[in-house]
Nanobody
């Protein structure tokens, strides 16, 4: 499975940005969960949001609930992250990951993900 993240950039606090993660490869299937994580300098990788492809189950990290929206285009195998009302503390590299046969309790654990994209940098200026 290959993951290609895009859409990062520089945005002012209070602004919006949309990230995309395109999944590809012959083994990618509905068995996978695709999710966004972020990692700021000196911090651990943090779960942001994800969708389990087989049933559309959607999860959000507590820090982004009500502020970010994740969605998917199943025909394009693409996951999106609409980020609204951005704050400077959201500055980080945003990664997308893929986890096969995820159960609900495993979706937020980065150590369980088998595949990762290259990351896209989001910088929020205050």
């Amino acid at each position: 499975v290959q993951l290609q993240a895009s859409g990062g950039g520089l945005v002012q606090a209070g602004g919006s940005l949309r990230l995309s993660c395109a999944a590809s490869g012959p083994t990618f299937s509905r068995r996978y969960t695709v999710a966004w994580f972020r990692q700021a300098p000196g911090k651990e990788r943090e779960f942001v949001a994800g969708i389990r492809w087989r049933d559309g189950f959607t999860a959000y990290g507590d820090s982004v609930k009500g502020r970010f929206i994740t969605s998917r285009d199943s025909a394009r195998n693409t996951l999106y992250l609409q980020m609204n009302t951005l704050k400077s503390e959201y500055t980080a590299v945003y990664y997308c990951g893929a986890l096969r046969d995820a159960i609900v309790s495993s979706i937020q654990s980065p150590s369980l993900y088998q595949y990762w994209g290259q990351g896209t940098l989001v910088t929020v200026s205050s």
